[in-house]
């Protein structure tokens, strides 16, 4: 049997979604329309999105023994996605997230939680299944096993993409070892406080990816490669959740890269997937169709290069 295209290292969690019916204020009291769990995580929401449009995945991450871990075990798996990598943390909660998503405006604030003990080591990372695949995907939570991982990556010619929310002390050794980086954007304005944006990225590049991209929600995204700077608009739609748009952003663009796809496609794909997930409420149940983001993709223009 063939091992996985995709292999992904990083944090996973239960997530607690409450919509509600209108913005919170602070010391404030706001009624819920609806409540749900369900399984969630940057990077194991990217390899379903992954496994769905047909490419292989594997994931590796500690995962608690209550059942917000037997459920996201039983969601990956039901997937198709392979957890043999997965360390088990016995008597340990799952990593849990607290998500407020205003009804109006589909936009959301997150809060979580994480036991110390689910960390992950580089020891406890499985290299036999990176040395095989041709991407890694990384949120960098725990920085040795990431390093570890990405290192074995690229000895085996894999593409490595970081997908980190801040910038911290060993976010420099991470991106070293990468070849794509997409942040948000106030992750790049820290990374480099006095540069402009597109200065910014090119920051990122220096450490060492070939391309970095700025995530801006409404306002799309803006990415550097070999000089120039690419700009996407963000596809319009009617946002209901938009809890999962950057996983799915990040699995849309490596998706793309690794069907040879240039930088205007690979931008505009997953820009569209990402739109697309808005529109759905909830984490994977958002994660759309190939065929859906492909006929998307017909009905919006193409985004542009600056030639800088």
Known sequence: MDGPVVVGVGANTEDHVCVAAGALAAAGKVR???YFRQPGG???TALVALQRWGLSTAYIGPIGDDPGGVAQCESLRAE???IDGCRLVPGVSSQFSCITIDAATGERTIQWHRDDS?????????LSSISGARAVLLDGEDLEAAVAAAGCARAAGATVMLDVDE???GTRRLLALSDIAIVPAGFAERFAPTADLAGALRSICECGPSVSVATLGEGGAV???DGRVYRQPAFPVRAVDTTSAGDVFHA????????GDDMNETLRFAAAAAALACTVLGGRASVPSLAAVRERLTSFEPNTADGE
Do not use: E, H, I
């Not at 960390?119 to 990372?125: F, K, R, T, W």
């Open 167 to 169: 910038p911290d002390a």
């Open 80 to 82: 198709g996605v392979n």
């Open 223 to 225: 990415g550097w490669r």
């Open 32 to 34: 819920l329309r609806d």
């Open 42 to 44: 940057q990077v194991p």
């Open 252 to 259: 849309g663009f490596l998706y793309a890269t690794l069907a």
């Open 118 to 126: 689910l960390s992950l080591s580089a020891d406890q990372v499985d």
